[in-house]
């Protein structure tokens, strides 16, 4: 069966772009996560989904950063007017139901702001 | 901000030798969990321990929980060329019944040589 699937693999932004980085969670997996992870550092929780309702936003660092999920399934992060800071890999995971459950992570999208 | 530690920052052995992390953290956890992340790829779950826990096996991979220490130690043993990658402990607190985002350690980097 086919893993959490992410895109763009690769984004390269200029300073003050607009970015939209999409998630595509395994099939029916209720839970959905974004991290970032920064060079040389362990992955930081940055929002949660449980279906289409985000119910964790604490991790998200600016109110440039946005997310959704509208129908429970494909989600898209959106950094607006993004800045140098923000270079770093985004990470998706899911997972199946709640109860900590094991998180299933896509192999990420590696942004640059330049 | 990152909750685990991992010991060391990083590690080179022979092959065949076995590999032991360590992985401290500072609040009460649900559970903890291990993650494998090769260059340029996602994170690969491990094994997940929870905190009724002490000690669990899942191939070649043994991991301990200590929580009045607060640390947990993964060891790969007869350790291969392959297993050459980062390791990530990550905590969960959650245990209501529904999910949380996992904190990570900034990982251990793990060189098997040939």
């Known amino acids: 069966g086919a893993g959490v699937s992410q895109s763009p693999r690769y984004k390269v932004a200029k300073r003050g772009q607009d970015v939209a980085l999409r998630c595509d969670p395994i099939s029916g997996h209720v839970s959905l996560f974004w991290y970032q992870q920064a060079l040389g550092q362990g992955p930081e929780f940055l929002t949660y989904?449980?279906?289409?309702?985000?119910?964790?936003k604490s991790g998200l660092p600016s109110d440039r950063f946005f997310a959704e999920r509208p129908e429970g399934s494909v989600s898209t992060l959106k950094i607006q007017r993004t800045q140098q800071e923000d270079s770093a890999v985004y990470l998706c995971a899911s997972s199946s139901s709640g109860l900590s459950q094991t998180q299933y992570f896509g192999p990420g999208t590696r942004l640059l702001v330049l | 901000s990152q909750q685990g530690e991992e010991d060391p920052q990083a590690l080179s052995i022979q092959e065949g030798e076995n590999a032991t992390m360590n992985c401290s953290y500072k609040?009460?956890?649900?559970?903890l969990q291990w993650y494998r992340q090769n260059s340029g790829r996602g994170l690969v779950h491990l094994i997940l321990i929870r905190s009724n826990e002490r000690e669990k096996h899942s191939g070649r991979l043994r991991v301990t929980l200590d929580t009045s220490k607060k640390s947990s130690s993964l060891l790969i043993t007869a350790s291969r060329a392959a297993d050459t990658a980062s390791y990530f402990c990550?905590?969960?607190?959650?245990?209501?019944?529904?999910?949380?985002?996992?904190?990570f350690g900034k990982g251990t980097h793990l060189i098997i040589q040939p």
């Open positions: 609040t009460s956890i649900n559970n």
């Open positions: 990550a905590t969960s607190m959650y245990s209501g019944g529904g999910a949380d985002g996992l904190t």
């Open positions: 989904f449980q279906n289409e309702a985000q119910l964790d």
